[in-house]
Protein backbone atom coordinates (compact mmCIF):
# COMPACT_ATOMS: atom_id res chain seq x y z
CA UNK A 1 0.00 0.00 0.00
CA UNK A 2 1.46 3.74 -1.03
CA UNK A 3 2.51 5.91 1.86
CA UNK A 4 0.99 8.96 2.24
CA UNK A 5 3.96 11.71 2.64
CA UNK A 6 3.06 15.51 3.27
CA UNK A 7 5.76 18.13 2.32
CA UNK A 8 5.19 21.15 4.36
CA UNK A 9 7.01 24.49 3.90
CA UNK A 10 6.96 27.13 6.53
CA UNK A 11 7.81 30.80 6.00
CA UNK A 12 7.22 33.93 8.21
CA UNK A 13 4.03 34.50 6.23
CA UNK A 14 3.30 32.41 4.10
CA UNK A 15 3.15 28.09 4.30
CA UNK A 16 2.88 25.60 1.29
CA UNK A 17 1.21 22.03 1.58
CA UNK A 18 2.00 18.99 -0.82
CA UNK A 19 0.48 16.07 -0.52
CA UNK A 20 1.45 12.76 -1.93
CA UNK A 21 0.24 9.24 -2.16
CA UNK A 22 3.33 7.15 -2.97
CA UNK A 23 5.32 8.57 -5.77
CA UNK A 24 1.99 10.73 -7.59
CA UNK A 25 1.29 14.76 -5.78
CA UNK A 26 -2.50 14.64 -5.02
CA UNK A 27 -3.08 17.76 -3.66
CA UNK A 28 -1.49 21.51 -3.19
CA UNK A 29 -2.33 24.28 -1.05
CA UNK A 30 -0.63 27.56 -0.18
CA UNK A 31 -1.61 29.53 3.26
CA UNK A 32 -1.44 32.78 4.34
CA UNK A 33 -0.59 32.73 8.40
CA UNK A 34 -1.70 35.78 9.38
CA UNK A 35 -5.33 34.46 8.38
CA UNK A 36 -5.01 30.97 7.72
CA UNK A 37 -2.89 29.94 10.69
CA UNK A 38 -1.18 26.12 10.30
CA UNK A 39 -2.53 24.48 13.45
CA UNK A 40 -6.52 24.73 12.02
CA UNK A 41 -5.77 24.99 8.00
CA UNK A 42 -3.51 22.01 7.86
CA UNK A 43 -5.44 20.00 9.81
CA UNK A 44 -8.79 20.91 7.36
CA UNK A 45 -6.74 20.19 4.14
CA UNK A 46 -5.55 16.68 5.70
CA UNK A 47 -9.14 15.52 6.67
CA UNK A 48 -10.67 16.89 3.13
CA UNK A 49 -8.88 14.65 1.44
CA UNK A 50 -8.83 11.54 4.31
CA UNK A 51 -5.26 11.74 4.03
CA UNK A 52 -3.34 10.41 7.56
CA UNK A 53 0.27 11.39 7.32
CA UNK A 54 2.73 7.99 7.42
CA UNK A 55 5.57 11.17 7.31
CA UNK A 56 5.29 14.73 7.28
CA UNK A 57 8.62 16.64 6.31
CA UNK A 58 8.89 20.50 7.24
CA UNK A 59 11.08 23.03 6.02
CA UNK A 60 10.55 25.75 8.17
CA UNK A 61 11.47 29.31 8.41
CA UNK A 62 8.97 30.52 10.67
CA UNK A 63 11.10 30.99 13.79
CA UNK A 64 12.68 33.81 11.34
CA UNK A 65 10.36 36.21 12.24
CA UNK A 66 11.51 36.83 16.06
CA UNK A 67 15.77 37.56 14.92
CA UNK A 68 14.96 40.90 15.27
CA UNK A 69 13.63 40.58 18.84
CA UNK A 70 15.50 40.47 22.41
CA UNK A 71 15.76 36.62 22.33
CA UNK A 72 17.90 35.11 25.79
CA UNK A 73 15.74 36.33 28.58
CA UNK A 74 16.10 33.58 30.90
CA UNK A 75 19.05 31.43 29.44
CA UNK A 76 21.96 31.02 31.21
CA UNK A 77 25.70 30.48 30.17
CA UNK A 78 28.00 27.92 31.77
CA UNK A 79 32.00 28.96 31.01
CA UNK A 80 35.49 28.26 31.66
CA UNK A 81 36.27 30.91 34.24
CA UNK A 82 37.94 33.63 33.08
CA UNK A 83 36.28 33.73 29.93
CA UNK A 84 32.89 35.24 31.34
CA UNK A 85 33.23 38.36 29.35
CA UNK A 86 33.98 36.74 26.16
CA UNK A 87 30.74 36.10 24.39
CA UNK A 88 30.89 40.35 25.05
CA UNK A 89 34.33 41.27 23.68
CA UNK A 90 33.66 38.74 20.94
CA UNK A 91 30.35 40.29 19.52
CA UNK A 92 30.92 42.22 16.12
CA UNK A 93 30.78 46.36 15.92
CA UNK A 94 27.60 47.42 14.41
CA UNK A 95 29.28 49.69 11.96
CA UNK A 96 32.02 47.92 9.65
CA UNK A 97 33.72 51.25 9.27
CA UNK A 98 36.48 52.92 11.52
CA UNK A 99 35.20 54.84 14.58
CA UNK A 100 36.29 56.21 17.39
CA UNK A 101 33.55 54.97 19.35
CA UNK A 102 32.66 51.56 18.05
CA UNK A 103 29.40 50.12 19.50
CA UNK A 104 29.42 46.17 19.73
CA UNK A 105 26.16 44.18 18.46
CA UNK A 106 23.79 43.83 21.44
CA UNK A 107 24.60 40.15 22.91
CA UNK A 108 21.99 37.07 22.35
CA UNK A 109 21.63 36.51 26.02
CA UNK A 110 22.56 39.01 29.18
CA UNK A 111 25.96 39.33 31.07
CA UNK A 112 24.72 39.17 34.14
CA UNK A 113 23.54 35.46 33.67
CA UNK A 114 27.21 34.40 32.49
CA UNK A 115 28.40 32.36 35.31
CA UNK A 116 32.41 30.83 35.50
CA UNK A 117 33.18 27.02 36.17
CA UNK A 118 37.01 26.15 37.87
CA UNK A 119 37.08 23.13 35.87
CA UNK A 120 39.62 22.69 32.97
CA UNK A 121 41.09 20.97 30.11
CA UNK A 122 44.08 21.77 27.79
CA UNK A 123 43.44 21.76 23.80
CA UNK A 124 44.88 18.26 24.15
CA UNK A 125 41.76 17.57 26.40
CA UNK A 126 43.87 16.63 29.40
CA UNK A 127 42.22 17.32 32.30
CA UNK A 128 44.01 19.92 34.41
CA UNK A 129 41.35 20.81 37.37
CA UNK A 130 38.40 18.27 37.65
CA UNK A 131 34.79 19.34 37.86
CA UNK A 132 33.57 20.55 41.80
CA UNK A 133 30.57 19.08 43.17
CA UNK A 134 29.79 22.56 45.39
CA UNK A 135 30.55 24.70 42.50
CA UNK A 136 27.65 23.35 40.44
CA UNK A 137 25.49 23.68 43.38
CA UNK A 138 26.71 27.12 44.02
CA UNK A 139 25.43 28.06 40.56
CA UNK A 140 22.19 25.79 40.95
CA UNK A 141 21.09 28.37 43.42
CA UNK A 142 21.57 31.23 41.78
CA UNK A 143 19.70 29.75 38.74
CA UNK A 144 16.61 28.86 41.34
CA UNK A 145 16.83 32.96 42.62
CA UNK A 146 16.93 34.54 39.20
CA UNK A 147 14.03 32.35 37.73
CA UNK A 148 16.49 30.65 34.71
CA UNK A 149 14.77 27.86 32.38
CA UNK A 150 17.54 27.45 30.05
CA UNK A 151 21.36 26.23 30.06
CA UNK A 152 24.30 26.53 28.04
CA UNK A 153 27.47 24.79 28.42
CA UNK A 154 30.19 26.25 26.66
CA UNK A 155 33.43 25.06 28.06
CA UNK A 156 36.97 25.32 26.38
CA UNK A 157 38.43 22.56 24.52
CA UNK A 158 35.07 20.19 24.87
CA UNK A 159 35.71 19.17 20.91
CA UNK A 160 38.95 17.36 22.57
CA UNK A 161 37.55 16.20 25.36
CA UNK A 162 33.23 16.36 26.17
CA UNK A 163 33.69 14.79 29.88
CA UNK A 164 33.54 18.11 31.95
CA UNK A 165 30.90 19.34 29.65
CA UNK A 166 28.56 16.41 29.62
CA UNK A 167 29.25 16.61 33.29
CA UNK A 168 27.64 19.93 33.78
CA UNK A 169 25.00 19.09 31.33
CA UNK A 170 23.97 16.16 32.87
CA UNK A 171 24.12 17.59 36.41
CA UNK A 172 21.53 20.40 35.24
CA UNK A 173 19.52 18.06 33.20
CA UNK A 174 18.55 16.18 36.44
CA UNK A 175 17.16 19.22 38.02
CA UNK A 176 14.68 20.19 35.28
CA UNK A 177 16.69 22.60 33.34
CA UNK A 178 16.66 22.44 29.21
CA UNK A 179 20.26 22.68 28.88
CA UNK A 180 22.48 22.74 25.18
CA UNK A 181 25.58 21.50 25.35
CA UNK A 182 26.57 20.45 21.94
CA UNK A 183 30.49 20.59 21.55
CA UNK A 184 32.08 22.62 18.45
CA UNK A 185 32.77 20.71 15.08
CA UNK A 186 36.31 18.70 15.00
CA UNK A 187 37.70 21.42 12.45
CA UNK A 188 36.95 24.56 13.78
CA UNK A 189 39.81 26.76 15.44
CA UNK A 190 37.69 28.96 17.21
CA UNK A 191 35.09 28.74 20.08
CA UNK A 192 33.14 30.94 20.19
CA UNK A 193 30.66 29.75 16.51
CA UNK A 194 29.24 26.74 18.46
CA UNK A 195 29.46 28.96 21.41
CA UNK A 196 26.65 31.40 20.01
CA UNK A 197 25.06 28.10 18.14
CA UNK A 198 24.20 26.93 21.59
CA UNK A 199 23.12 30.11 22.91
CA UNK A 200 20.91 30.94 19.86
CA UNK A 201 19.13 26.79 19.96
CA UNK A 202 18.71 28.12 23.46
CA UNK A 203 16.87 31.46 22.58
CA UNK A 204 14.96 30.29 20.14
CA UNK A 205 13.86 26.49 21.55
CA UNK A 206 10.02 28.17 23.24
CA UNK A 207 9.96 29.82 19.87
CA UNK A 208 10.11 26.56 18.21
CA UNK A 209 8.20 24.23 20.60
CA UNK A 210 5.15 26.50 19.80
CA UNK A 211 5.65 26.05 16.15
CA UNK A 212 6.03 22.35 17.12
CA UNK A 213 2.82 21.89 18.72
CA UNK A 214 0.91 23.96 15.86
CA UNK A 215 1.78 21.02 13.20
CA UNK A 216 1.10 18.61 15.97
CA UNK A 217 -2.09 20.08 16.75
CA UNK A 218 -3.26 19.63 13.05
CA UNK A 219 -1.93 16.36 12.59
CA UNK A 220 -3.85 14.74 15.74
CA UNK A 221 -6.63 16.66 14.64
CA UNK A 222 -6.84 14.72 11.16
CA UNK A 223 -6.41 11.47 13.17
CA UNK A 224 -2.65 11.28 12.72
CA UNK A 225 0.68 10.58 15.34
CA UNK A 226 2.67 13.04 16.06
CA UNK A 227 5.40 11.25 15.88
CA UNK A 228 5.57 11.39 12.22
CA UNK A 229 6.81 14.85 12.12
CA UNK A 230 10.43 15.63 10.80
CA UNK A 231 11.81 18.72 10.41
CA UNK A 232 15.08 19.38 8.02
CA UNK A 233 18.36 20.69 9.19
CA UNK A 234 20.72 22.81 6.81
CA UNK A 235 22.63 19.46 5.70
CA UNK A 236 18.89 17.88 4.70
CA UNK A 237 18.70 15.46 7.70
CA UNK A 238 15.44 14.97 9.20
CA UNK A 239 15.31 14.97 13.24
CA UNK A 240 12.82 15.40 15.65
CA UNK A 241 12.96 16.83 19.30
CA UNK A 242 16.61 17.12 18.92
CA UNK A 243 17.40 21.11 20.88
CA UNK A 244 20.60 21.14 19.34
CA UNK A 245 19.09 21.37 15.74
CA UNK A 246 17.01 24.25 16.30
CA UNK A 247 19.04 27.02 14.82
CA UNK A 248 20.14 24.34 12.19
CA UNK A 249 16.53 24.32 10.66
CA UNK A 250 16.32 28.35 9.69
CA UNK A 251 18.66 26.70 6.37
CA UNK A 252 16.74 23.82 5.82
CA UNK A 253 14.58 25.27 2.91
CA UNK A 254 17.93 26.32 1.12
CA UNK A 255 19.57 22.68 1.45
CA UNK A 256 15.66 21.49 -0.29
CA UNK A 257 16.31 24.05 -3.08
CA UNK A 258 19.94 23.06 -3.65
CA UNK A 259 19.13 19.16 -4.02
CA UNK A 260 16.27 19.88 -6.08
CA UNK A 261 17.27 21.90 -8.59
CA UNK A 262 21.10 21.96 -10.69
CA UNK A 263 24.18 19.78 -10.80
CA UNK A 264 27.13 20.32 -8.53
CA UNK A 265 28.78 23.60 -10.13
CA UNK A 266 25.32 25.42 -10.27
CA UNK A 267 24.25 28.51 -8.92
CA UNK A 268 20.27 28.76 -8.55
CA UNK A 269 18.82 32.29 -8.20
CA UNK A 270 15.99 32.04 -6.19
CA UNK A 271 12.82 34.35 -6.31
CA UNK A 272 10.93 33.58 -3.25
CA UNK A 273 7.77 34.86 -2.27
CA UNK A 274 9.34 36.38 0.68
CA UNK A 275 12.61 36.86 -0.19
CA UNK A 276 15.52 36.76 -3.35
CA UNK A 277 17.92 34.58 -2.66
CA UNK A 278 21.51 33.22 -4.92
CA UNK A 279 22.46 29.84 -3.96
CA UNK A 280 25.41 28.48 -4.47
CA UNK A 281 26.03 24.68 -4.78
CA UNK A 282 29.41 22.80 -4.06
CA UNK A 283 30.91 22.82 -0.97
CA UNK A 284 29.38 24.24 1.98
CA UNK A 285 30.00 27.09 4.12
CA UNK A 286 30.35 25.96 7.82
CA UNK A 287 29.62 29.51 9.30
CA UNK A 288 26.57 31.44 9.27
CA UNK A 289 27.48 34.80 9.52
CA UNK A 290 24.98 35.95 11.59
CA UNK A 291 24.19 39.59 13.05
CA UNK A 292 25.82 38.14 16.51
CA UNK A 293 28.52 37.09 14.38
CA UNK A 294 29.51 33.63 13.15
CA UNK A 295 27.58 30.27 14.18
CA UNK A 296 28.09 26.84 12.87
CA UNK A 297 25.86 25.98 10.68
CA UNK A 298 27.07 23.93 7.50
CA UNK A 299 24.89 24.83 4.39
CA UNK A 300 24.92 25.95 0.54
CA UNK A 301 26.53 29.77 0.26
CA UNK A 302 23.86 31.59 0.02
CA UNK A 303 23.69 35.54 -0.37
CA UNK A 304 20.22 37.97 0.37
CA UNK A 305 19.36 40.34 -2.44
CA UNK A 306 19.57 44.01 -2.05
CA UNK A 307 16.12 43.79 -4.17
CA UNK A 308 13.35 41.84 -2.27
CA UNK A 309 9.84 41.63 -2.82
CA UNK A 310 8.37 43.85 -0.01
CA UNK A 311 10.71 46.88 0.07
CA UNK A 312 9.12 49.88 0.68
CA UNK A 313 8.42 51.72 -2.97
CA UNK A 314 9.08 55.73 -2.35
CA UNK A 315 8.96 58.98 -3.78
CA UNK A 316 12.39 60.02 -3.92
CA UNK A 317 13.00 63.85 -4.70
CA UNK A 318 16.13 63.62 -6.93
CA UNK A 319 15.22 60.12 -8.79
CA UNK A 320 11.87 60.16 -8.29
CA UNK A 321 11.03 56.71 -7.84
CA UNK A 322 13.20 54.60 -5.33
CA UNK A 323 12.89 51.49 -2.99
CA UNK A 324 13.32 51.47 0.86
CA UNK A 325 16.27 49.59 2.59
CA UNK A 326 14.14 47.33 4.90
CA UNK A 327 12.15 44.30 3.92
CA UNK A 328 8.63 45.08 5.28
CA UNK A 329 7.23 41.75 4.92
CA UNK A 330 4.00 40.67 4.86
CA UNK A 331 2.68 41.47 7.88
CA UNK A 332 0.77 43.53 8.13
CA UNK A 333 1.09 43.68 4.26
CA UNK A 334 1.43 45.70 1.17
CA UNK A 335 -1.37 47.89 -0.02
CA UNK A 336 -2.55 45.42 -2.90
CA UNK A 337 -3.25 43.09 -0.07
CA UNK A 338 -5.99 45.47 1.33
CA UNK A 339 -4.18 45.12 4.63
CA UNK A 340 -1.20 47.80 5.02
CA UNK A 341 -0.98 51.43 4.01
CA UNK A 342 2.65 51.22 2.01
CA UNK A 343 3.05 50.54 -1.55
CA UNK A 344 5.78 48.04 -2.25
Given amino acids: ?141 KFKMMGVKRVCVNLLFAQANPTHQIQVADFFKTHGFEVFAAQREKDSNDEMPAWRKNLLNACLSGVFQEHFEEIAKAVETAGGRRDCIYFINSHGEPFQKNPDQVASSLFGWSHSVAMALGGDDTAILYLGLESFYLIEKGDPQSLWKSQWGPIEAKTENHFRLAIQPTLEVMNDSIEGISFGDVNLGYEPGPICFGRGLRPM
Fill in 1 to 141: MAKTLVGLHVGVSFAEIALWKGQTLIATRRLYLPSEPIAIHLGRFLQEHQAIPDRLVVASRYIEKVLDSRLGGTVAQIVTAGFETWPILRQPTLSPHFELRPVRQAPLASQDLIFGLSARMDHTGKELKPVVPEDLEFILS
